[in-house]
C-alpha cells in the first residue's frame, strides 16, 4: 500500500501547478506563435493542385487507409521459390 500512496503522491506533485512550471512556460513561450499552418491544397499524382476541401479530406482518407493498412507481405519458400537464373540454361 505504501508504493501506491506513494506513485499517488508522486502524481499529484507531478500535475500541480506552482513555481517550477511558471518558470517553464515562461521560458518556453518564447518558442511558440499565436499562429496555426493552413493547408491549401494538396498535389496530386499528375502534378496538379486539389484545392477542394471535400476532395482533399477523401484524399488523405485515402492515403492514411494505405498507409495504415494490413501489409503485405511476401515470404518466399526456400525450396520452390528460388530465383530464376538463366545463365543455368546457357552452361547445359
Not at 1 to 11: D, E, F, G, T
Not at 34 to 58: H, L, Q
Amino acid at each position: 500500500m505504501s508504493q501506491q500512496n506513494q506513485l499517488a503522491k508522486q502524481l499529484e506533485a507531478r500535475h500541480k501547478s506552482g513555481q517550477g512550471s511558471m518558470m517553464f512556460w515562461s521560458k518556453t513561450k518564447k518558442h511558440f506563435q499565436n499562429s496555426s499552418a493552413s493547408i491549401r491544397g494538396f498535389t496530386i499524382s499528375n502534378g496538379a493542385t486539389e484545392i477542394d476541401p471535400a476532395k482533399m479530406t477523401e484524399l488523405a482518407v485515402e492515403d492514411y487507409e494505405k498507409l495504415f493498412g494490413e501489409p503485405v507481405v511476401y515470404i518466399p519458400h526456400p525450396y520452390v521459390d528460388i530465383p530464376y537464373d538463366k545463365q543455368d540454361d546457357s552452361k547445359k
